[in-house]
Structure formats: C-alpha cells, structure tokens
C-alpha cells in the first residue's frame, strides 16, 4: 500500500474487502489518496454489476478504467477489448477448441452440441472446452450468450448449476444483477452481496425470496422491492408471464442481513479467497437456509 500501484486485478467481492483493509490501515478515505496514479482494475471471477459503484466511490477518480476478463484455472478466455461495450471478445488463439451444449440440454444422456460456425446469439450455451494443456470436451460450469459472430463476442449469463427455473421463470444470474442495479439506481442504495431461491408455497405457485447485505440502505426499502420486481419483470419475460396477476409467482420477498453475513458465511464454511464466491441463484433452499442461519 505504499508502492505506486498502477493497477490491480481480482474477484470484485475480494477486492473490496482488501481495498477497505487498506482504507483502514492508512486512515484514508478513498483509494486515490493512497494510490494516486491507479488506472486500471481488471474484474472477473463474478458479475461486476453489483459492485460497480461501490468501487467508483471508493476510488473516486475518473482516471480509473474498468477492464472486465473472463478467466479460469482452465484457461483464459475473453476480455473486454471496447471499453464502450459490456461484452467480451472471445479469445480464439490460446489453444483452446470451443462447443457449447444449450442449456437446456445440460446433464442429457446424448446433447446438442454445437461449434462456433452454428451458434445463434441471445440464446444460453454451457461452454466445453478441450485444451492444448490436456483437457478434454470440459465443462467449465459457465453459461454464456453470444452478442455478435462478427467478431465472436460474449457475455458470462450465469453458471450451469445457478439459476432459477421452478415454475418456469428460466431467470440467470444477468437478469437478476442488472435488475438489481437498476433498482440500486433508482433507489441510492449499494449492495455488498445477494442470493436468491425459489420459495414454495405448493406444487404449482410460490415466490423468490432474496437475501441481500447493502453497503448503503436503499431510500425507501418498500419502492425499492417494488422496482427490484418490474425490473425483472422488463428484463425476463419468461418471469413477467409467471408473475401475471400473481397466479404462479407471487412477488418477491427481499430479507436485509446485516453487514459481515455473507462474509461470515464463507468463513464458517472454510471458503474465505478468491476461488469461492457467493452462490447468486439456487432452484434449492440449502444456500439461503444456510446463509439466513449465519446472518442471527
């Protein structure tokens, strides 16, 4: 903290937690005291979202660049290349074969498989990957949409395990995030960490029950529920269609947890460092009974 940091790169929930401590230590109230000529943090690991003005009032310098890259254990994939644009170019010459499974098809005995010559965008594909290092025909865990073919460019819709599809709503981890920035926008709230699951009330209709620790409390918590809703509504009409005159999806049902809860969660669950973050969607309760048990 007493270099001339430049830039930093990381998952942005780890990030900040680091970037506080450093806050604390050198009695600073914005990064741009302590690093002065910082111009560049490159995020990935989870959506960027949900943090993004956290982070630009924590640095508080228009100097900062925001570079998303989409990488793993298994190979580096994408990057955003445009600043302008949210999505990434997908990275075709660092040994790495691509085909991608509809998400639909995830776990079939025999699926559709697909090579980037007959992808379609908009549409979730689970990523497989075989490698020059060894691997073959992988399934990483990712979903993506393809934005463009033209060059290849792509967003990181979710994880193939994350998403909400009980009574038909198909919602993924990028409906959620944006609707929860817009609702963040419209309400001046900041969110540290969320989780969402499924809430049955019979076979037929039930709800979404949302766990979120805010950074800043939204103005008002009641028209912040509401626009968290229509937002979502906008953005997956899938989910709108369930949430019709509340015939199938009642609306949601939002829990604040105080500071340090999902934190806390990590830890009690030996999962403190940036290979672990918090599960955003589940079609089970385990995640949300589990983190709502650490918050009393």
């Given at each position: 903290m007493n270099e001339n940091v430049t830039s930093l790169a990381g998952v942005p929930s780890w990030m900040l937690v680091l970037l506080k401590k450093v806050l604390e230590l050198k009695r600073a109230s914005t990064i741009k005291e302590v690093w002065p000529n910082l111009e560049v943090y490159f995020h990935g690991g989870v959506s960027f979202t949900p943090y993004k003005e956290q982070f630009k009032k924590l640095f508080d310098s228009d100097k900062t660049n925001y570079v998303q890259l989409y990488s793993a254990s298994e190979g580096f994939f994408g990057i955003q290349d445009l600043p302008e644009r949210k999505d990434m170019l997908l990275m075709l010459d660092y040994g790495i074969f691509y085909e991608f499974i509809p998400l639909e098809d995830v776990g079939l005995e025999n699926p559709r498989i697909y090579n980037l010559s007959e992808i379609k965008t908009g549409m979730n594909y689970a990523m497989v990957i075989t490698t020059n290092a060894g691997l073959w025909r992988y399934q990483i865990g990712d979903t993506i949409q393809f934005t463009d073919t033209n060059p290849y460019r792509i967003i990181v819709s979710g994880r193939t395990k994350h998403f909400i599809n009980v009574f038909?709503?198909?919602?993924?981890?990028?409906?959620?995030?944006?609707?929860?920035?817009?609702?963040?926008?419209?309400?001046?709230?900041?969110?540290?960490?969320?989780?969402?699951?499924?809430?049955?009330?019979?076979?037929?209709?039930?709800?979404?029950?949302?766990?979120?620790?805010?950074?800043?409390?939204?103005?008002?918590?009641?028209?912040?529920?509401?626009?968290?809703?229509?937002?979502?509504?906008?953005?997956n009409s899938d989910y709108e269609a369930k949430r019709f005159n509340d015939y199938i999806l009642k609306s949601p049902v939002v829990k604040l947890l105080p500071k340090g809860s999902f934190y806390n969660w990590l830890k009690s669950n030996n999962r403190l460092g940036g290979q672990f973050k918090v599960p955003r969607l589940n079609n089970g309760r385990e995640f949300v009974d589990s983190i709502s048990k650490a918050a009393l």
């Open positions: 038909g709503e198909e919602v993924m981890v990028h409906n959620t995030d944006q609707a929860l920035l817009k609702a963040c926008e419209k309400t001046k709230a900041m969110v540290t960490d969320y989780t969402v699951a499924p809430i049955f009330m019979n076979e037929t209709s039930g709800s979404h029950e949302w766990l979120i620790e805010f950074e800043k409390e939204p103005d008002n918590f009641e028209y912040f529920v509401n626009e968290l809703d229509a937002s979502l509504q906008q953005l």
